[in-house]
């Protein structure tokens, strides 16, 4: 479903498992990023009235799971300590040129935030899967649901702001490079490294 083209090692789930503070905390950040970025969607593209009703849930939504994981976090007795430079996110936001029309512009966003969520999708339920502490995995098994639902959302404004033809062709050659990109950096404690 996703169409990622290359899974993930079932293995990351044990460097997860061995590292679930880096995790945890890493995936903090990952909330907070995506709410970020709902809200600069809504900043940059006020005219998109349906995309902007789309991504104030959106932006409420990754809050309140930043929120769950940073208690979590603290149940855990660990705390947030820095934010690292997200590799994965900017070798991807390598592949579009840089200018063109701001509707380009918008489709390439899109199709890159709809990326990462379905990379997040598949981590989640790997985690899900293969993590021993029930309770976490459950917790990455609720918020899969969530990431899947948002990779579908922003294909699909993809899709509906972008030739239909053109859209899906480079959403399968985005595809195609971020499978190379997983394979430098599928062994990292970070969710999507």
């Given amino acids: ?24 905390v890493d995936h903090a950040y990952c909330e ?3 709410a970020s970025t709902a809200i600069s969607l809504i ?10 009703t789309a991504m104030t849930a959106l932006a409420r939504e990754e809050m309140g799971h930043f929120k769950m994981v940073h208690d979590r ?15 994965y996110v900017l070798k991807l936001r390598e592949f579009f040129p840089k200018g063109g029309s701001r509707s380009t512009q918008l489709v390439h ?21 293969e993590l021993e502490d029930k309770e976490l995995a459950k917790f990455y098994r609720d918020l899969m649901v969530s ?16 030739d239909r033809e053109t859209v899906d ?4 050659d985005l595809l ?18």
């Fill in 1 to 24: 479903m996703l169409g990622l083209k290359l899974p993930t090692d079932p293995r990351w789930a044990d460097i997860a498992e061995k590292n679930i503070e880096d995790i945890l």
């Fill in 32 to 34: 907070q990023k995506a």
């Fill in 43 to 52: 900043v940059t593209y006020p005219e998109y009235s349906e995309l902007v």
């Fill in 73 to 87: 976090l603290l149940k855990m007795g660990f705390s947030m300590g820095w934010d690292r430079k997200d590799e």
């Fill in 109 to 129: 966003r899109l199709l890159i935030a709809g990326l990462i969520e379905a990379r997040s999708c598949e981590r989640f339920r790997l985690l899900s899967e």
């Fill in 147 to 162: 990431e899947a639902n948002h990779y579908t959302m922003f294909l699909k404004f993809a899709r509906q702001y972008g």
């Fill in 169 to 172: 062709k480079k959403w399968q």
């Fill in 176 to 193: 195609e490079f971020e499978g190379a990109i997983m394979k430098d950096l599928g062994e990292n404690e970070s969710i999507h490294g």
